[in-house]
Every structure is written in C-alpha cells, then in structure tokens.
C-alpha cells in the first residue's frame, strides 16, 4: 500500500475562520511533508518533519501551524489565513533510508479563502 | 539548492517515444534527479529516478549524461493518459533523515491521437 490520504478533499473559509487539512499514511514512513501549490506553479516546500519531529520550516508565516501527532499522522492548523494562501496543499510521505527512497503525494486538499 | 530548468511545453503523437530534457548543471555530486508527473491537479506521481547511471523501469526510462548537467526523461509508447505535467527534481537528503525535493517548472505534455 503506497496510500497517502488527505481530507477534507476541498476546503472554503473566512479569514476568521480556524481550520485543520490532515494527512495519513500507513506505510511505516518516519518522515512527513507539506507543500503549496498555487496555480500552474510547481509544488512548493512548507514544512517537513522527520521521525515527529519538526525538521525544515520554509519560512512560513505563523498563521500555518504544522503538528504531527504520531508517525502516522501529520495535520496543518489554519487561522486567520488570506486570500493569497488559496491554493492546493499537498501532503507527502518518505522512509528515512537514503538510496531507494521515494516521496510520495497524497491527492491534496484544494482550499479556497474568501 | 541545484535549480533544474526544463520546456515549457511539448507535444507527442500517441505511440511515439516522448523525450522530456532537462538541465541541471548546477547539480552536486550526491543530489539525485527523481522525475514526478502531476495530471490535472491530482498529487504527484513518482516515475523514476537516478544518480549518474541510466535507469529503466515499467514507466520510463532515464538518461543521465556523464557530466551530469542534464538529463532526459524517454516514455517509450506514450498513451493519451500520459498527458500531464513532468517535473524534474534535484533531491538532496537532509541531515535529518527526510529529503528535500526542488521542482523545476514542469513541461505540460500533450499527446495528440
């Protein structure tokens, strides 16, 4: 199984609003990603945490907020977001061996900030 | 990090080989090219990789030259479900234990029946 899931698979909130995109993966991978990617861009790097630990920060703006419960588990906190951060947010997942390994991406969740 | 520069577009007819170039001459010597596809807005899917020897599986085949400035993604029989946008990546690992991937900007491939 090389399943990453991702839900909710759409997303539309205020910039009031508090909200959580999750990502799942059971495959036994130590390491978990973030990225954002805005239309007919490539996928950008957020965030990327290694054995539940926060590894790599792109310097995001705080009103992302990454938390990685388990290894199995990696969610993103939205507050206060803007209508620039509408966007597709990836989630991806690696071992941590070196040669053979192999990120892979979940579907995405597509959010729209009005 | 090693940027990769890839055209921004191609065209293929549907059973011909479609060869995707891509420069990265800024590579270093432990930095792999991984090759991803993305098909409408779906995730990204993993296609092949290599470091400095030619690799072939079921999906593609990757060419890397000597110097290792460039290389060229070849998907022997293309099908109209090929159609998408290739990116070609440097992956260098981190220190950590996770890995780092840099996008280029992708080729959108067309492949025309």
Known sequence: ?114 | DAKTTQPTSMDCAEGRAANLPCNHSTISGNEYVYWYRQIHSQGPQYIIHGLKNNETNEMASLIITEDRKSSTLILPHATLRDTAVYYCIVRFLLIQGAQKLVFGQGTRLTINP
Not at chain 1, 17 to 36: D, I, T
Not at chain 1, 44 to 66: A, C, D, G, T, W
Not at chain 1, 74 to 93: F, G, I, K, T, V
């Open chain 1, 1 to 114: 199984d090389t399943e990453v899931t991702q839900t909710p698979k759409h997303l539309v909130m205020g910039m009031t609003n508090k909200k959580s995109l999750k990502c799942e993966q059971h495959m036994g991978h130590r390491a978990m990603y973030w990225y954002k990617q805005k239309a007919k861009k490539p996928p950008e790097l957020m965030f990327v945490y290694s054995y539940e630990k926060l590894s790599i920060n792109e310097s995001v703006p705080s009103r992302f907020s990454p938390e990685c419960p388990n290894s199995s588990l990696l969610n993103l906190h939205l507050h206060a977001l803007q209508p620039e951060d509408s966007a597709l947010y990836l989630c991806a997942s690696s071992q941590d061996r070196a040669r053979t390994d192999t990120q892979y991406f979940g579907p995405g969740t597509r959010l729209t900030v009005l």
